[in-house]
């Protein structure tokens, strides 16, 4: 695993220390929930000190701040590497609040078109409506993206490896040229986690997770992450004071818990999805795959350039229809039907009839979606045994 600069320790170590005080109040070893809406302060003369920015650290109001989420950011921080990170309520607090922070009316943002759907329909159907313009470009197509720019592009996004293809595109090429024409890049890495790649080491501004998924990792809480240069970071946090989407202290507690464990339940979940995406590559009933770490993979090369794992999430083709790909999902036993990724449960979905479920067979087709797809994100089950899971239930509906 490699090392990460700032302390020369592991990410697998900074997922349990990064950004903890050795000692804390009252000795506790795990960290406290600071479950509290203010902060007092003793005198007059100490909220005088404070506002005039001679405190000391400490907090004024629960939505500007709190100790357990400011721990939790500070873990973020030192696993991608980066100066600081702000949390959010959900992982779409923290992409709309970063994208507010950065654009205003005339401004012009770039989004590579497979990226979050949500993200996508906030920028083209939302901040339009403020002036804003956007451009998609295609999956990975930097060529694309060089020709998209103009002198008004203040952003260009994308996730990587994104849903539900595993698309990974060449970050540093794509930090090279945004640099060289001084427009800011933010890459959803949900499906990455720090533990696979850390795009600040490749030069992007801005990384975002929705921290409901590996991060949080036990698909019981929601929440959302930024990770960047601190004065980017103070944009976005400011305007979170703002916009009011602080992550609450007892999910931020949650996730601080879930990222101790992250490194061994990631590098888990990248074993099993490997093994899985090798097996269904093998099985006549399985007519394409898409994982990153298979040789067949359009960016193989680059995702094994950039990341030092592939993801938990497998996608897969089979010979079949709507019908016959759902009556092999129901003949799965270990994999619960669910949208989301990145917990202990795997989890199963036919995206035709989960996020695109208002469109027609023609139209999904249209936008890459065929009726015959699924999305299996492992978890940290067996391996052996959930492999053995899919290749009985596609044997028995063959
Ligand atoms: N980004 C990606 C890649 C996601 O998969 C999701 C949720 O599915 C989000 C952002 C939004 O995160 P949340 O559901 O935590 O708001």
Redesign the pocket.
């Known amino acids: 695993m490699k090392r990460t600069q700032e302390s020369g320790r592991t990410t697998e170590s900074r997922a349990v220390h990064g950004g903890e005080a050795r000692s804390r109040a009252l000795d506790t070893l795990a960290e406290p929930i600071a479950q509290t809406a203010t902060y007092t302060f003793e005198s007059t003369a100490a909220l005088v000190a404070y506002m005039e920015g001679d405190g000391g650290e400490r907090e004024e109001y629960g939505r500007y701040g709190n100790p357990t989420v400011r721990t939790l950011e500070r873990k973020l921080a030192a696993l991608e590497g980066t100066d600081d990170a702000v949390a959010f309520g959900?992982?779409?607090?923290?992409?709309t609040t970063s994208i507010l922070a950065l654009v205003k009316s005339g401004s012009h943002v770039v989004l590579f078109s497979d990226?979050?759907r949500?993200?996508r329909q906030f920028v083209t159907g939302f901040l339009d409506r403020f002036g804003v313009e956007s451009t998609l470009v295609p999956p990975a197509d930097i060529d694309a993206l060089e020709r998209a720019l103009t002198p008004r592009t203040r952003l260009v996004v994308s996730?990587a490896p994104?849903?539900p293809y595993n698309h990974v595109l060449d970050l540093a090429r794509l930090g090279a040229v945004c640099r060289e024409r001084r427009v800011k890049t933010m890459i959803?890495a949900?499906?990455a986690t720090p533990v696979n790649l850390r795009p600040a080491e490749h030069g992007i501004d801005l990384v975002?997770?929705?921290?409901?998924?590996y991060l949080g990792g036990h698909n019981d809480v929601?929440?959302?992450m930024v990770a960047g240069p601190e004065n980017l970071i103070s944009l976005i946090r400011d305007l979170r004071h703002v916009l009011g989407g602080i992550l609450d202290p007892h999910a931020a507690y949650l996730v601080h818990r879930g990222i101790k464990t992250l490194a061994v339940r990631v590098k888990q979940q990248n074993a099993t999805a490997q093994a899985l995406a090798e097996a269904l590559e093998a099985h006549p009933r399985v007519r394409r795959v898409w994982y990153p770490g298979l040789a067949s993979h359009p960016h193989h090369d680059i995702a094994r350039r950039l990341m030092t794992g592939f993801g938990g999430v497998v996608t897969f083709a089979l010979h079949g229809d709507l019908a016959s790909t759902g009556r092999f999902v129901d003949a799965c036993r270990f994999p619960r039907i669910a949208?989301?990724?990145g917990g202990v449960e795997s989890l199963i979905e036919q995206p035709a009839l989960m996020s695109f479920f208002e469109l027609s067979s023609e139209q999904r087709l249209a936008v890459g979606i065929s009726d015959d797809l699924v999305r299996y994100a492992v978890g940290i089950e067996d391996t052996d045994e959930l492999i053995a899971d899919v290749l009985r239930a596609l044997d028995e509906t063959a």
Do not use: Q
């Not at 975002?208 to 998924?213: D, E, I, Q, R």
């Open positions: 959900s992982g779409m607090a923290a992409v990226c979050y949500r993200t996730e994104t849903n959803d949900t499906f975002v997770h929705s921290a409901t998924k929601l929440a959302g949208p989301s990724l």
